[in-house]
């Protein structure tokens, strides 16, 4: 018979005393460091749907969907794919919500039953689109970003001027309306860029 060695035998005799090295868990949940970086979480409320964070991502862990023809309006859902994330702070480094759109947190727990419909975290932004064409510009709380972010130098494109001014409910779509020829009166609307470029040049 093989005989423990004096190492096991210590760790067997502290064991009893002390309690199992090993944790019960899941009953018992674990507590990470409190320095522990564990996997980031959308803020629906700072997230402005910018897009930067997907940019950094090393992994590709955010994606992004655009839904125009949505029943609920057009939207855009960010998604963070929480398998693939490999909790580097990239994306909260890269935020431009202060940091705030996303967060590391200190969830670290990876265990699904089904991967494909729980490892992912998804929030819904408002997208707006182009008045003319339809094709997504930005998230509505984006453009205000930058439009407050420049301060009086976004009056000098509709774009950024008419989503902050409806969102302050000084001007709605009726002043678009009143305005008697159609060239003119499109370029108060809110334009991606190719149409911009065309109602400027084309329009007298
Ligand atoms: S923590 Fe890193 S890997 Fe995870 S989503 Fe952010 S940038 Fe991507
Ligand atoms: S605001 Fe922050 S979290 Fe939201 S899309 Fe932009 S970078 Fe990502």
Redesign the pocket.
Known sequence: MKLPKTRELKEAMAAVIKGPYTAKFPEVPHRPHPNFRGQ?EFDDEKCVGCLA?EE????G??AHKDITDGKEGPKRIMI?YTDV???????EAACIADHEGIKRSKDWELSFFDRKEEALEAIDKELQLCEICGSPIACKGHLRWISEKIGELAYSTPTLYLPRLRSLGIIDENIVGALKDKGRSDRVKILCARCRRETTLTTS
């Open positions: 980031p964070c950094v991502c090393p992994v862990a955010i963070h994330c490999i909790f580097c702070g990239q994306c």
